[in-house]
């Protein structure tokens, strides 16, 4: 039994949230996920021992050999192409991303079928691919996990092969990918605006943050849902999540890591995280830093602010002045690169994973965009609409008469998905409804 | 809105009735030239990054072929990864297509007995030019002799015996990836011409194949500026785009361009049938007077030859007296100071569209206008030309698109596809989108009132 001080804990929860329709989960659409260290498998006939994790488990041997091989061999590539941090390959089955880490001297792959996308209705787009499955298991191996490499460090291969089982076993069935993929490739956070389980206040480094919310919206806050939901539990006791705070690695201003202890303190359905940086001194111990005293002092300061705050919340969520905005007949996507603030029509109450018992409310009640319109967003904004620049527009119209718009203003990005409609022909028709949806619905955020 | 369509509806692509058996032919092998000027390997490497495409072709069993920097040899190591790649991947029961990192994109094709690989910084619809390297290769060998070279000489024999001599032809198509746009290889350019003159070449072209009568003579071709000025076939036979720019790949060829000189030479073209050949007469009629212009007669028959000279005597001497000397000048005009379609020639408002390239879905032919201010340096052009290929490929991946419009600060961009065409613009950073199609509208009606300028509408048959 794991300790619930451990982070790992957080993925063996049996309380996972429904999957809401505009997310899918990834596993649903994976043929493989490895994790392979190349040194260890130099010596001729010794090529299975660079497998350190393998995804399924019933693959044979030999055919993780070959494939995890294949990722090695991608190397011999540079000599047409030098740089090597990551590499997608598109077969004709099948699409995967194979990413460097941990100072080139790991490989994460993972492979997804392009059939059973189709089926799901996934767009398969590498780029966001790449940042879910790749990207983001690594930062949070950055966060939580450095203690992983640790144990390969120190020449303990067996444990750092149980730790990444552990790890990757949980981590991967809860990794859920978006049907608009580039809600995951633009990686933002979605701040309190309409519904709990956004993001109010942070103070930790931009890159950190969407990993970081994620885990807690997705892997440690559902398990709070279970005690929450037991009726004689006092509901406004605030309580912590780590009895026994861990360590995560944090990035500093120069993106160098820098070690702390994260407390999580949960009060109704607010939460707060916080980090205690570890003194320079190793000496140090993890109980003279954060102490029971100190816990029990945040506790009495926060509780009552805390519970007050999330009273508040609750009342104007479910009172008549509901903060959720009428629901609109198109699909939207709103991103701030500056704060990484990201709201949309693809989000639901229970696509956080926070309460269990809604479904998927979305707040559109257009229908849901067809897989090609989806892909078609993905496209014209990474083809299109250039990174550098602050402002461009885009509108792409698709055969089933989806428009598609995109307007950057200020480095802001918004999306529009508007569905097929008798008022809208023409790209003047179009242009004037998006002037109308930005009047009413963003101006406050969004400058025309 | 129903729109017409400029450039015609005749099909360039029918191939119902053309079941027609070619001849196969003995290639002759020539022992493999040692490079006159040995590299050394980081030379060849430097070499080969250097080129905006690095195309490799190679045997299934791993053995260079070709590689467009040359000194295939040097590379032997780099061909042996292309090739164990897709092997590999083959032996999973799957096919790999393409690699990607972060600039580059390195798309591979498995076209038993070969295996061709490209890599590049424009990743645009690199799958599509490997096909047409394939095909330029199976021009030479045909399908048939290129799969039984290696059942009859072995899997380690060298290809390169049979290919010397063309390979400048495979280094032309790879090198005119970078000057046009990749929907050039699946589709007809014409050389803008006065109606009139296109029709009197056409009507001698045909009347004097027709007046022959060679049972077996298909085609007739006048090329220039790698555009067709006309074209005319027996029958109902019809050759597709590709295969045409086969012809006017080979037709190309420096080599071949010497005055009062024909040329007959064997050529197979894929998509009319890829198991045989035509023999091609070439000649350029015009050379020593200083005009780029290629007559190209093909026939099914070994033994056309002389026929073929016959006919091309004919067609230049036709109607000797004033309406030749018409035609002549006119002609001569057109092919020295070629007058592609002028944006201002639609009107006002024009002064917003930069650029544009219309394709017609039907009979596969493009109209690319001329370069027009602000439009005026090379890395200008080049920029304009680049969000086109961008657009081109949008176009191809996403087959359900109808319109698109991008602002930037640079310039707009218009795209829009219909059933019946595609036509792609570069306008001004200014222009509204209402402005934008109100030009388009000008623009479509300026090309269909002038389509049998800019396009062949109509095929003679003889």
Redesign the interface.
């Known amino acids: 039994m794991l300790s619930v001080a451990n982070p790992l804990y957080f993925f063996t929860s049996s309380v996972e949230a429904p999957t809401p329709l505009s997310r899918l989960r990834i596993a649903d659409v994976m043929d493989f996920f490895f994790v392979v260290h190349p040194d260890s498998g130099r010596k001729e006939g010794d090529e299975h021992k660079r497998i350190m994790y393998f995804n399924p488990k019933v693959e044979a041997l030999d055919k993780q050999t070959e494939i995890t091989g294949f990722a090695e061999a991608l190397q011999f590539l540079r000599e047409i192409e030098e740089e090597f941090d990551f590499r997608t390959v598109s077969t004709q089955k099948s699409d995967h991303v194979y990413i460097q880490v941990e100072k080139q001297k790991f490989i994460l792959g993972i492979s997804l079928s392009k059939q059973m996308a189709f089926h799901s209705n996934y767009p398969l787009y590498l780029p966001a691919v790449k940042k879910t499955s790749s990207v983001i298991p690594t930062r949070l191996f950055r966060l939580f996990f450095s203690a992983i490499f640790g144990s390969f460090r120190e020449n303990d291969e067996e444990k750092f092969k149980e730790r990444l089982e552990l790890f990757f076993s949980r981590f991967l069935p809860l990794l859920k990918v978006q049907r608009l993929p580039i809600l995951d490739q633009l990686g933002g956070v979605e701040f309190f605006y309409h519904f709990p389980g956004k993001l109010l206040y942070y103070s930790i480094s931009k890159q950190d943050l969407p990993v970081l919310f994620r885990y807690l919206t997705q892997n440690l806050l559902p398990t709070a849902i279970a005690p929450e939901l037991e009726p004689t539990r006092a509901a406004n006791k605030g309580r912590f999540f780590y009895r026994n705070p861990d360590d995560v690695e944090l990035d500093d201003e120069e993106e160098l890591l820098e070690r702390y202890q994260m407390i999580v303190y949960r009060c109704l359905n607010a939460t707060v995280c916080m980090f205690v940086r570890f003194p320079d001194v190793e000496t140090s111990s993890k109980e003279q830093i954060v102490s029971r005293r100190m816990l029990r002092n945040i506790d009495a300061y926060l509780e009552t602010d805390l519970s007050n705050l999330a009273s508040r919340i609750g009342d104007e969520i479910g009172g008549e002045n509901d903060l959720r905005p009428e629901a609109t007949d198109f699909h939207y996507v709103y991103f701030n690169p500056a704060s990484l603030s990201m709201t949309s029509s693809f989000s639901s109450t229970s696509s956080e994973g926070l309460d269990g018992t809604t479904a998927s409310v979305g707040v559109a009640k257009a229908p849901p965009p067809p897989v090609d319109v989806n892909r078609l967003v993905c496209e014209t904004l990474s083809g299109f609409v250039s990174e550098s620049e602050e402002f461009g527009e885009c509108f792409a119209k698709s055969e089933t008469d989806w428009w598609v718009v995109i307007k950057k203003v200020n480095s802001r990005l918004l999306v529009l998905l508007l569905p097929p409609s008798s008022y809208q022909q023409s790209l003047a028709d179009v242009q004037s409804r998006t002037q109308v949806i930005v009047k009413s619905h963003f101006k406050a955020i969004f400058f025309n | 809105m129903e729109i017409e369509a400029p450039g015609g509806s005749e099909s360039f692509t029918e191939d119902d009735i053309q079941n027609l058996s070619l001849q196969q032919i003995d290639l002759p092998e020539q022992d493999a030239e040692t490079a006159s000027i040995m590299e050394s390997d980081e030379t060849v490497?430097d070499r080969?990054?250097c080129l905006p495409y690095?195309a490799f072709v190679l045997s299934e069993y791993g053995r260079p072929i070709f590689v467009n920097s040359g000194n295939e040899e040097q590379l032997c190591?780099?061909f042996a990864?292309i090739g164990?790649?897709v092997s590999?991947?083959k032996?999973?029961?799957?096919?790999?297509?393409?690699?990607?990192?972060?600039?580059?994109q390195?798309q591979f094709l498995h076209r038993t007995p070969l295996i061709l690989c490209i890599?590049s910084k424009y990743g645009e619809k690199l799958d599509e030019q490997l096909e047409v390297l394939f095909e330029q290769i199976v021009s030479t060998l045909s399908r048939a002799q290129l799969e039984s070279v290696y059942r009859k000489k072995g899997d380690n024999y060298d290809l390169r015996r049979l290919l010397r001599g063309t390979d400048r032809l495979i280094e032309s198509s790879v090198s005119s990836w970078r000057g046009t746009l990749s929907s050039i290889h699946s589709a007809i350019s014409v050389l803008p011409m006065n109606p009139g003159d296109r029709e009197f070449l056409s009507a001698t072209m045909s009347g004097c194949l027709g007046a022959a009568k060679l049972d077996g003579a298909l085609f007739g071709v006048m090329v220039a500026h790698r555009q067709i000025a006309s074209y005319v076939r027996f029958k109902n036979y019809v050759m597709h785009p590709r295969d045409m720019n086969i012809v006017i790949n080979l037709v190309s060829d420096k080599s071949l361009q010497v005055a009062e000189a024909q040329t007959w030479t064997p050529i197979c073209l894929p998509h009319f049938n890829d198991t045989g050949f035509f023999y091609a007469y070439i000649a350029y009629p015009w050379e020593a007077k200083g005009i780029p212009a290629c007559l190209v007669l093909l026939s099914v028959k070994r033994d056309h030859f002389d026929g073929l000279n016959e006919v091309k005597k004919r067609i230049l001497f036709k109607k000797i007296g004033s309406e030749r000397e018409i035609f002549f000048g006119n002609f001569s005009t057109a092919v020295v100071k070629p007058n592609l379609f002028a944006i201002s020639q639609i009107g006002s408002n024009s002064e917003s569209l930069w650029s544009f390239v219309y394709r017609n879905h039907l009979s596969k032919q493009v109209c690319i206008s001329a370069s027009k201010i602000p439009l005026i340096s090379r890395e200008e052009r080049w920029d304009s030309r680049s969000d086109l290929r961008?657009a081109d490929a949008?176009v191809s991946?996403?087959g359900?698109?109808?319109?698109?419009?991008?602002?930037?600060?640079k310039n707009s961009?218009l795209i829009w596809v219909t059933d019946k065409f595609s036509l792609q613009c570069v306008f001004g950073p200014f222009v509204s989108?209402?402005v934008a199609?109100t030009v388009v509208d000008k623009l479509l009606k300026s090309l269909k009132s002038h389509e049998q300028r800019y396009f062949i509408i109509h095929t003679p048959s003889f």
Do not use: C, Y
């Not at chain 2, 359900?400 to 600060?409: A, P």
């Open positions: 490497l080969l990054a690095q190591s780099l990864v164990i790649f590999r991947v032996l999973w029961g799957d096919e790999l297509m393409t690699i990607t990192s972060k600039d580059r390195i890599v961008k949008l991946k996403e359900h698109l109808r319109t698109l419009f991008v602002r930037n600060t961009l989108a209402i199609f």
